[in-house]
């Protein structure tokens, strides 16, 4: 069955959803994303995708003390993202409360750093993040779109030994217009054995069921729930 991850995106110490990846076209959903955080786990969701969007646009982690708040009062497992630049933001991560982190633009810009972080942590606390636009990897934020195809990207990383992938096409995200079924459909038929996560473009119940029927294994949505397009319990 397919894994429910529920995303809080963070810019200012608030729960946001931007449109597109477009830092100017934002929605502020919850002031304290902690409050969130224990309305998921009331739900009986397990996993949080927490991003941090000032990080993602930075050289550097800055919600950290979100982090490890929603960590401490919660027992959710969370996937940390944005900004995790140096070993020192890897490590000030793990310690403060995350269980997994979703790395994408170091792996574009820094292939060394990164296959070194997976033999340091394993394979199975990393998930490559793999933005994408027009086919091509985006990064720092999505801001910057590189010459990096999806698949070679893709292709590069599983021989390194990557299981999870969490693959975001940004013209869906926060559109509220379906997920990028041909693009997942896709992968999985290049790929097998990967534990492919889908983000972007969830609107309605349906979406998530279809995304189990292509054999995708967990589905992150943030919009969708927060303007009451999806039934969580139902979905449960």
């Known amino acids: 069955m397919i894994k429910l991850i529920p995303a809080i995106d963070i810019i200012d110490g608030k729960c946001v959803r931007l449109t597109k990846g477009d830092y100017n076209k934002k929605t502020i959903y919850y002031e304290n994303p902690v409050d969130v955080a224990k309305e998921f786990e ?19 982690v800055i919600n950290i003390r979100i982090l490890k708040e929603i960590a401490t009062k919660t027992n959710l497992s969370i996937d940390f993202s944005g900004g995790i630049k140096s070993d020192n ?10 269980n997994m982190v979703t790395i994408g633009s170091i792996a574009v810009n820094n292939p060394l750093m ?12 990393i998930i490559l993040g793999a933005d994408v636009k027009n086919g091509n990897i985006t ?18 990383y599983i021989n ?6 969490l693959c975001t096409d940004i013209t869906k995200d926060g559109t509220l ?6 693009l997942y459909k896709s992968i999985l038929e290049e ?4 534990n492919l996560i889908a983000s972007g473009g969830v609107s ?20 969708a729930y927060y303007e009451h397009k999806i039934d969580i319990k139902t979905l449960m």
């Open 89 to 98: 933001d890897i490590k000030a991560v793990f310690n403060n409360g995350a």
């Open 191 to 194: 790929f097998h054995g990967i």
């Open 114 to 125: 990164f296959k070194k972080w997976i033999r340091e942590y394993g394979p199975q606390r």
């Open 177 to 182: 217009s379906g997920p990028a079924y041909t």
């Open 160 to 165: 390194c030994g990557i299981k999870n992938i």
């Open 42 to 60: 009331q739900l009986g969701l397990t996993h949080l995708h927490l991003v941090d969007l000032d990080g993602a646009k930075s050289d550097h």
């Open 204 to 223: 309605s119940n349906e979406d998530i069921i279809q995304l189990d029927r292509l054999g995708v294994s967990a589905v992150v949505f943030g919009k």
């Open 139 to 156: 990064i720092n934020g999505w801001e910057k779109e590189t010459n990096e195809n999806i698949f070679s990207f893709l292709e590069h």
